[in-house]
T-cell receptor, first 119, second 112 residues
Framework: GAVVSQHPSRVICKSGTSVKIECRSL??????MFWYRQFPKQSLMLMAT?????????EQGVEKDKFLINHASLTLSTLTVTSAHPEDSSFYIC???????????????FGPGTRLLVL | QKEVEQDPGPLSVPEGAIVSLNCTYS??????FMWYRQYSRKGPELLMY????GNKEDGRFTAQVDKSSKYISLFIRDSQPSDSATYLC????????????FGSGTRLLVRP
């Protein structure tokens, strides 16, 4: 099956610093990647949709200046949490859509997630 | 009111039991219904996918959708300790099929 990786798997940072999380599709090309956030015992919440070569589309309530997304290639998307604060501590998960996939639900593959802790 | 409601559990069953996991939803426009399995500290893995109403079976797993009641279920037969995980339901509309609305997940523990 298609594999999506994320790096780092866990990061601890000080308040006010920026953190970059990478999402890679290892064995397929992904025209679209999605970034989710999951708080403990809560649902995955879609933050933004990123398409290769264009600006990301953010969901309502997600600050685009705080969560910078870059999708520079068909296999890599990055999420940068700028000026992180303790309330940004969460589990960030990306997913990638197989290029040419017809049924999204069968062709969206999730990464293992990145746990961010802001002190 | 959340769009998708799911009992968080935990649900503890003995090995070999039949497990029933459920979600209710409020948006009648949902047409795609998915079940994901998520192990601790891992990303979700797609288990079952159903379009509109009806049943779908895959090995030990059966997914049911009752749109009239806005209720979906996942049944696991002959449950195994390796099935211990959090099970998330997710739904989407035809117009926004990329946008998955997730339930909060039910934690399942299958005891040997």
């Amino acid at each position: 099956g298609a594999v999506v990786s994320q790096h780092p798997s866990r990061v601890i940072c000080k308040s006010g610093t920026s953190v970059k999380i990478e999402c890679r599709s290892l064995d397929f090309q992904a025209t679209t990647m999605f970034w989710y956030r999951q708080f403990p015992k809560q649902s995955l919440m879609l933050m933004a949709t990123s398409n290769e070569g264009s600006k990301a589309t953010y969901e309502q309530g997600v600050e685009k200046d705080k969560f910078l997304i870059n999708h520079a290639s068909l296999t890599l998307s990055t999420l940068t949490v700028t000026s992180a604060h303790p309330e940004d501590s969460s589990f960030y998960i990306c997913s990638a859509r197989l290029a040419g996939g017809i049924k999204l639900q069968e062709t969206q593959y999730f990464g293992p997630g990145t746990r961010l802790l802001v002190l | 009111q959340k769009e998708v409601e799911q009992d968080p559990g935990p649900l503890s069953v003995p090995e070999g039991a039949i497990v029933s996991l459920n979600c209710t939803y409020s948006n009648s426009a949902f047409q795609y219904f998915m079940w994901y399995r998520q192990y601790s500290r891992k990303g979700p893995e797609l288990l079952m996918y159903t379009y509109s109403s009806g049943n779908k079976e895959d090995g030990r797993f059966t997914a049911q959708v009752d749109k009239s009641s806005k209720y979906i279920s996942l049944f696991i037969r002959d449950s195994q300790p390796s099935d211990s995980a959090t099970y998330l339901c997710a739904m989407s509309t035809v117009d926004s099929s990329y946008k998955l609305i997730f339930g909060s997940g039910t934690r399942l523990l299958v005891r040997p």
